[in-house]
């Protein structure tokens, strides 16, 4: 069974960075897209950023211009940058693999639809 391992999040505040990775393998990261998802407590899990086979990217309104998604297809890793987050932002942080959609859908799909699901990595941030 192909692993995907998210590391990166922790506590900062406001205004402040961190940088998501989600190791997988070439099965996991070659092809289709990748996606970051994150769920906060007491809400749905919601997509964040995706990616696809090309380097076409997706962006949820909310993180446009703050966070960035990229890959190194050499390392298999999924990255997600984080710069001037917000209390907002607070949640557990999924990295998803085998979307059934192509890039410009790829936010939208159930989590039940998602292949390969990391075990998530905590994002918190402080006022």
């Known amino acids: 069974q192909v692993r995907l391992v998210e590391s990166g999040g922790g506590s900062v505040q406001a205004g402040g960075s961190l940088r998501l990775s989600c190791a997988g393998s070439?099965?996991?990261?070659?092809?289709?897209?990748l996606a970051w998802f994150r769920q906060a407590p007491g809400k749905e899990r919601e997509g964040v950023a995706a990616?696809?086979?090309?380097?076409?990217?997706r962006y949820a309104d909310s993180v446009k211009g703050r966070f960035t998604i990229s890959k190194d297809n050499a390392k298999n890793t999924l990255y997600l940058q984080m710069n001037s987050l917000k209390p907002e932002d607070t949640a557990m942080y999924y990295c998803?693999?085998?979307?059934?959609?192509?890039?410009?859908?790829?936010?939208?799909?159930?989590?039940?639809?998602?292949?390969?699901w990391g075990q998530g990595t905590q994002v918190t941030v402080s006022s």
């Open positions: 998803a693999a085998d979307l059934p959609t192509g890039v410009e859908t790829a936010l939208l799909v159930a989590a039940l639809d998602v292949g390969r």
């Open positions: 070439r099965y996991t990261h070659s092809r289709g897209c």
């Open positions: 990616i696809d086979s090309d380097g076409r990217t």
